[in-house]
């Protein structure tokens, strides 16, 4: 049997070369595609979210295809990448928010149950958005703040919820049309 193995070119060497080297080639593809929309959304004028929001979309796919590690090394390596060229600048959303959300979600729906997950996804995406939200949205605050109170505050707080969980239902409709309409070309 062993022997049958290594003669046969189709035997489990290959097999683990094949997705070794399937591995290595869609990891390059997806990062060129996720430096290049990070790259675009700096230059566009408009629809810098949607933008930031395909990235987080081949982030989402790496980790359909190749699991959760596979995926955070794909988003390590974009984001180191994506200082150099296209610059910090452009990539700031995408390392503090876009390409780490989908890593954090499909590690909290796999080790945490259902309810549990849902409180995990919320408490992550709250911790990397209101910390550059606060950073650099602190004048701004400050004005609305004066202008209509307090109830700002809440309005805004709310209103963060939403998006996150309208971002999240986004990123679960396009992962759900990739499984089943286009998973099947990477393979």
């Not at 430096?35 to 949607?50: D, Q």
């Not at 955070?72 to 503090?96: D, H, K, N, Q, R």
Request: with cysteine.
């Amino acid at each position: 049997m062993v022997v049958a193995d290594e003669k046969d070119p189709f035997g489990r060497q290959y097999k683990k070369q094949k997705k070794r080297t399937r591995l290595i080639a869609i990891s390059g593809l997806l990062t060129a595609l996720i430096l290049i929309t990070l790259f675009i959304a700096g230059l566009s004028p408009t629809a810098k979210i949607g933008l930031y929001s395909l990235s987080s979309v081949l982030i989402a796919i790496m980790i359909y295809e190749f699991g959760v590690r596979q995926g955070f090394l794909l988003y390590l390596t974009a984001s180191i990448i994506s200082i150099a060229w296209p610059g910090l600048a452009y990539a700031w959303p995408f390392m503090v928010f876009f390409g780490l959300f989908p890593v954090w979600r499909a590690f909290a729906e796999r080790c945490f149950k259902f309810k549990t997950a849902w409180i995990m996804k919320m408490a992550g995406a709250n911790l990397m958005i209101w910390p550059m939200a606060l950073l650099f949205g602190q004048p701004l605050f400050e004005v609305f703040i004066q202008r209509f109170g307090g109830i700002f505050m809440v309005v805004l707080v709310f209103a963060s919820q939403m998006l996150i969980l309208l971002y999240h239902w986004g990123l679960t409709l396009l992962m759900r049309f990739y499984q089943l309409r286009l998973g099947h070309l990477l393979k």
